[in-house]
């Protein structure tokens, strides 16, 4: 049975979004938090800090509308930032328009602060910036993450400018998961994929590549009798994580190995689903 770890820099490349109307959401991604298109296709935007490729976020615009059935899939992804003064930066920007967002929290995690917010499809974002990492608690190869209320008046005071763009250098930090089952998170992520576990708390499971807090978490906040991942509903389609080409050899051994089903692309990616039919694309 394969066990291989993934590389320590592996990360998540992109988000796919579905969307009910582009342009309606390009007024909040593009005109409110400042990203830029990268490019544009008859069905789909791709998003970036500065307009250049990589991109991080990919918008499609679905048919289908939003139910009131629980499925799996997103429960946030997460908008890393550079630098504390980014974060301040967006907060005041945030606190400023609070008319035009949704805001659904603030946090402290202690590796990380962070601010929550909704997308006008009523997806979860985080948008947030990692503390040092020499002072992130680790013990047995868990780290500490709390969940304190941030210090929203500190964090304001160390705003430096107006906040128009993302700075060159955010990335999709993690994405943050509903999932029917933990074990079976953990067998898919872990096991397959080859994440580290790197905590728990009631009801979640977090992965990491490296020595990084978290690059996926796990869910089952909206109980376990929830449908599977409908990729055509607004939300998410699929998530990307970068891997090398000599780990996609090992991970397509491992598929294999499993019996997990999964496809190649063309473009040097593989597409596979966890169990809860959540769509993640591997690509070298
Ligand atoms: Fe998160």
């Known amino acids: 049975m394969g066990s291989s770890q993934i590389e320590p820099d592996a990360k998540i490349d992109s988000v796919h979004l579905n969307v009910c109307n582009i342009d309606q959401s390009l007024q909040f991604y593009e005109s409110f938090l400042g990203f830029k298109i990268v490019k544009k ?96 608690e680790w013990e047995d190869g868990k780290v500490r993450m709390t969940l ?53 708390m009631k009801g979640a499971l977090f992965f990491a590549a490296g020595d990084y807090h978290h690059h996926i978490a796990t869910n089952i906040w909206l109980g376990t009798d929830i449908l599977p991942a409908n990729s055509h509903l607004p939300g998410l389609d699929y998530f990307t994580i970068k891997i090398s080409h000599d780990y996609m050899l090992d991970l397509i051994k491992k598929l294999n190995e499993h019996n997990v089903y999964f496809t190649k692309l063309e473009d040097n990616s593989i597409s596979v689903f966890d169990q809860d039919k959540i769509s993640v694309h591997l690509i070298s």
């Open 41 to 136: 296709t008859s069905s789909s935007v791709f998003l970036s800090p500065d307009g250049k490729p990589p991109y991080l976020i990919a918008l499609t615009e679905t048919m289908t509308k939003n139910t009131s059935a629980k499925n799996a899939g997103l429960y946030h992804f997460a908008i890393l930032l550079p630098q504390r003064k980014d974060l301040a930066n967006f907060l005041s920007h945030l606190l400023q328009h609070g008319d035009k967002v949704r805001i659904d929290g603030f946090s402290d995690h202690l590796v990380s602060e962070a601010i929550y917010i909704r997308d006008p499809n009523d997806i979860g974002m985080e948008i947030y910036c990692d503390r040092e990492k020499s002072t992130w």
């Open 148 to 200: 304190d209320p941030l210090d929203i008046e500190g964090l304001q005071n160390d705003a430096t400018q107006l906040w128009d763009e993302f700075p060159v250098g955010t990335t999709i930090g993690h994405v943050h998961l509903h999932v029917s089952d933990l074990a079976n998170a953990k067998f898919f992520y872990s096991e397959i994929l080859g994440f580290k576990n790197t905590a728990s």
